[in-house]
């Protein structure tokens, strides 16, 4: 789906939950990959488990570094509800290289 989408002109921006998903995806077009680090534990949803602040700057690096792999110009954003509270933010953009962080609602 992310290679026919880029060959009719269209922007690409898939998740990737892992390295070999965010090579996939950088070998068949995409221009953008969402290294996702999984679900928040809170809300009503929230999930039992997540993953550390730690874990999860190691994990967007290894994604981000797949797809750099693949392709040096892809834009590699992070997403992950965990993420986004007081300063752990900073702590992902200077635990990481070559890399946005965005936040999605």
Do not use: W
């Not at 939950?17 to 953008?32: C, D, R, S, T, Y």
């Not at 928040?40 to 797949?66: E, H, M, P």
């Not at 834009?75 to 933010?89: A, K, R």
């Amino acid at each position: 789906m992310i290679s026919r989408a880029h060959n009719m002109g269209f922007l690409t921006t898939p998740y990737a939950f892992n390295p070999e998903e965010a090579a996939a995806m950088a070998k068949v077009g995409a221009h953008i990959i969402v290294a996702h680090m999984g679900l928040t534990t809170a809300g009503s949803f929230g999930a039992k488990t997540t993953v550390t602040l730690d874990d999860s700057a190691v994990r967007v690096q290894a994604i981000a570094d797949a797809a750099l792999r693949i392709n040096p110009d892809i834009i590699v954003l992070c997403h992950g509800v965990h993420l986004f509270s007081g300063g752990l933010l900073l702590y992902i953009v200077l635990g990481t290289r070559m890399l946005f962080v965005v936040q999605i609602i």
